[in-house]
């Protein structure tokens, strides 16, 4: 909206004589002026229209102007409407206007000062035409955070996959030719002989590591077998990873399918929740539920660690970082909600997504038949001898540090092979 697109200022009044009055008086504000000759006419153009102010006379017949405002603050819409009365009734009437407790409530008196009015109507006007603009640059702000995230996922999930089947596949290659060399070379501990040997061991690691980075960025598993499965995989790596005990709980334990936008939005937002668990709760265990209930899917995650900051709960914007921040947006894209708890001891993260039909059916036979491997066993246990150090310092069994970002693919660089 432009600075000078006109509002809408609705004039309520029985004798038109005085509405051409006001329109006269109002016209130099360049706003669009609609008038309205009784209670219930104004009503239904209330609905019609987008209104900045209401003028009113008090004294109509039939419904007053005063039943009038009463009316307009009664719909949810309409509860901050701003209203002007007009009247030449005594000024210990307007002792009614205390009753309202939402919205702008002015009065002017009769003989009407044009100046007066004017300056009145025109704060209004500007008011709302602030909040329309507010309100559409909060519009393109969505969008456009919308549009970055669903970017983000499209290129996580194209760099997988050239990782995968790019990368990957030129190691093999290469895996293979030295193989290939030391399997011709005499004799076996020659100098020559052990550096291949070395040199194919190596390509191993790397190539455990672009499946690991690979698999993070975008599960595989995901697309195929859906949320359930890419969750209780990826659980599986975040405890070898950090130490942390999970325990993932389904319900139905046939868990459905759900369109791919809604299933990788979700399992982003485990994997944020549970990198936030690892970076900042300093927990020994987690708890990740997955619900699909009353059309409804509910994911909570919870930790056991040192609970969270009330300014994060009420998500203040100078408490709250990116990972929180995406999380709520990419709930709202679904019309879903995010709450945080702290539950003493640690934290609940839930989220609840209206589903209604979206709904597909549980995986296939045929899916289920492709299946890499079953689903891990649940809970997952932490490693037996769990880190007493707080989480960022925790070393994991497997020759690996586990860095700051123990849930996404950038930390994989420095860990093991997590499949
Ligand atoms: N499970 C948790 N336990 C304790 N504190 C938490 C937990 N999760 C989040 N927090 C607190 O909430 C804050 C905001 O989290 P958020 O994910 O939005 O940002 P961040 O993790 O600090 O940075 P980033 O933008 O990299 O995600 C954290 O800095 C931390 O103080
Ligand atoms: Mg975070």
């Known amino acids: 909206m432009r600075a000078k697109d006109k509002v809408n200022v ?115 006007a500007e008011l709302h035409r602030r909040a329309l603009q507010l309100e559409n640059l909060n519009r393109e702000l969505r969008r456009l955070s ?22 990957g596949q030129e ?14 070379e005499e004799p076996a501990n020659s100098r020559r002989a052990l550096a291949v040997s070395d040199a194919s061991a190596m390509i191993d690691r790397a190539l455990q590591q672009v499946r690991s980075i690979s698999h993070l960025l975008h599960p595989p598993l995901l697309d195929e077998v859906g949320l359930s499965s890419a969750i209780a995989w990826f659980l599986e790596g975040f405890t070898k990873r950090s130490g942390i005990g999970t325990c993932l709980d389904m319900q139905p334990t046939e868990f459905p399918r759900f369109p791919a936008e809604l299933e990788t939005a979700v399992f982003r937002i485990v994997q944020e929740a549970l990198n936030n668990v690892f970076r900042h709760s300093g927990a020994r265990n987690s708890w990740i539920a997955l619900q699909q209930q009353d059309g409804r899917l509910i994911v909570s995650v919870r930790d056991d ?32 909600e995010l709450t945080l708890q702290n539950c003493n001891p640690g934290t609940l993260l839930e989220i609840s997504i209206p589903t209604g039909n979206w709904v597909q059916p549980t995986v296939g036979e045929s899916a289920k038949e492709s299946l890499p491997a079953e689903a891990p066993a649940r809970p997952i246990p932490a490693p037996l001898t769990p880190p007493a150090a707080p989480a960022s310092l925790t070393a994991v069994s497997i020759s690996a540090t586990v860095t700051k970002d123990a849930s996404n693919g950038a930390a994989a660089v420095l860990l093991p092979a997590v499949l």
């Open 10 to 124: 609705l004039m309520v009044d029985d004798h038109p004589t005085k509405l051409l009055t006001y329109e006269a008086i109002l016209a130099g504000l360049g706003e669009n002026l609609i008038k309205a000759k009784s209670g219930n006419e104004a009503l239904e153009l209330l609905l019609k229209h987008d209104v900045a102010v209401v003028l009113t006379d008090v004294s109509m017949p039939g419904m007053d102007g005063f039943e009038l405002a009463d009316t307009i603050r009664q719909h949810p819409r309409f509860r901050k409407m701003p209203i002007i009365f007009i009247s030449a009734v005594c000024v210990s009437d307007f002792d009614r206007l205390k009753g309202y407790q939402t919205g702008a409530v002015d009065y002017i008196s009769v003989p009407v000062v044009p100046e007066l009015l004017r300056a009145k109507v025109s704060v209004f």
């Open 146 to 167: 919308n549009s970055l995230i669903a970017a983000q996922d499209n290129e996580r999930r194209r760099i997988a996959r050239a990782m995968h089947d790019g990368l």
């Open 171 to 184: 190691l093999s290659a290469a895996k293979m030719v030295l193989d290939g060399l030391a399997s011709h």
């Open 305 to 336: 660690g040192k609970g969270i900051n009330m300014n994060v709960v009420d998500c203040r914007p100078d408490s709250i970082g990116v990972g929180i921040g995406g999380m709520r947006q990419r709930v709202k894209e679904f019309g879903g």
